[in-house]
């Protein structure tokens, strides 16, 4: 395999614990947000975003959330980060 091989996206999504989730607002509909979306930088930094559901109920619309400065949400991004680095790496192929 050539070792100028092009990869364009690294990104996995990750399920917030109970307990670090929060809400937000976007278009004056309050979301609870439940999943991480963390992408690999072509310069090794993690970029985090959040996603949720409409606390109304409904589907609502697919939109993300800036993550807080918080230090429980950066250690949850790293560790899936490096969780799915290991799974990566252990990969036995298409199935």
């Known amino acids: ?8 996206a690294l990104a996995i999504n990750v399920t917030i614990p109970q307990a670090l989730r929060w809400t937000d607002t976007r278009r004056g509909e309050a979301f609870m947000l439940t999943t991480l979306n963390v992408r690999l930088l ?3 930094h993690l970029a985090v ?11 609502g619309a697919y ?8 230090p ?10 490096s969780r799915a680095g290991g799974l990566w790496a252990a990969h036995r192929g298409l199935g």
């Open 63 to 70: 939109v993300s959330f800036p993550v807080p400065d918080k």
């Open 49 to 59: 975003k959040a996603y949720g559901r409409p606390v109304g109920g409904g589907r």
């Open 42 to 44: 072509p310069d090794g």
């Open 1 to 8: 395999m050539s070792s100028d091989l092009e990869v364009s």
């Open 72 to 81: 429980e949400l950066a250690a949850l991004a790293a560790e899936a980060a």
